[in-house]
C-alpha cells in the first residue's frame, strides 16, 4: 500500500474532490493498493472509511468450515468500511484489491463522530446502501432468471484486470452457484467463439464487445 503525498495526493484533491458530500471541511489521505493486496483484512476492524476513486476489489467473507466464498464486488464511486463506521461491533468482512485501486481515506480516529452527526454525509451514505441492496437482490434474481452465459460475462468484465481474467474456477463457480463441470463448458465455448483466449491458467479477453453484449442482458432484464 502506498500513502500518496504532495502532488501526487494533490492532483486527487483537487479533480477527484468529494467535499460535495460533507458539511465540514474533512482531510483525507489517497492510498494506493496493487492488485491481490488487502484494502481491509477478514475480521480486522478498519482504521478508515474509504471511498473508491479508481480500480475495484472484491468482498471475502470465510464461514466457520474454513470455506473462504467471494460475496460481492466493489466498484469506482463506492464506500469502504460504511458498515464498521456505522456499527460498534460488526465482523468485517475481507476486501481485495482486483486491479490497482486507488481510494480516499479517511481516519476514523479524528472523524468518526463528526461523520455520524453529518445529517448530509448520512444522507448520501443511505443512498448508497439503498443502492447496494437492491443490487444484491438483483444479482439472487438474476441466478434464476439468467442462464450461465450471461452471468459469467458480467463477471468477467468485472474481475478482468487489463484485458486478463485470473480468477480460481472454484471461486467462480461458489459465487455464481454453478457446477466446475458447468463453468468450464462455458468458458470453452467462450474460446470457440474467440470471445477469450487462453493464456495458461488466465484468459484474455479478445472481444470485449461480445462479453458485454451478453451482460448486458443483465442489466436491462
Known amino acids: ?14 479533480n477527484y474532490s468529494i467535499a460535495h458530500l460533507f458539511s465540514f471541511n474533512v482531510e483525507m489521505e489517497v492510498h494506493e493498493y496493487g492488485r491481490d493486496e488487502w484494502i481491509i483484512q477478514e475480521g480486522m476492524r478498519p482504521h478508515y472509511l474509504f471511498y473508491v476513486l479508481e480500480g475495484k476489489a472484491k468482498i471475502y467473507v470465510t464461514h466457520q468450515n474454513g470455506k473462504v466464498s467471494l460475496i460481492n464486488f466493489i466498484n469506482e464511486n463506492e464506500y469502504i468500511g460504511e458498515m464498521e463506521l456505522l456499527n460498534d461491533v460488526y465482523y468485517t468482512k475481507g476486501i481485495q ?43 439472487y434474481s438474476q441466478s434464476l432468471a439468467f442462464p450461465l452465459e450471461n452471468r459469467l460475462a458480467d463477471f468477467i468484465l468485472q474481475t478482468a484486470d487489463e484485458g486478463l481474467y485470473k480468477e480460481k474456477h472454484v471461486t467462480v463457480c461458489d459465487y455464481l452457484g454453478v457446477s466446475y463441470r458447468h463453468l468450464l463448458h462455458v468458458l470453452t465455448q467462450f474460446c470457440e467463439k474467440q470471445f477469450l483466449q487462453k493464456e495458461g491458467r488466465n484468459y484474455r479477453i479478445i472481444q470485449p464487445q461480445s462479453l458485454h453484449e451478453l451482460a448486458g442482458a443483465l442489466r436491462n432484464g
Do not use: G, W
Open 1 to 14: 500500500m502506498e500513502v500518496y503525498k504532495n502532488q501526487k495526493k494533490q492532483f486527487y484533491v483537487e
Open 97 to 139: 484489491a482486483t486491479t490497482k485501486t486507488i481510494c480516499f481515506a479517511i481516519p476514523y480516529h479524528c472523524y468518526r463522530n463528526q461523520l455520524l452527526d453529518d445529517n448530509k454525509f448520512l444522507r448520501e451514505l443511505t443512498k448508497f446502501l439503498s443502492l447496494k441492496a437492491t443490487f444484491m437482490a438483483a444479482k
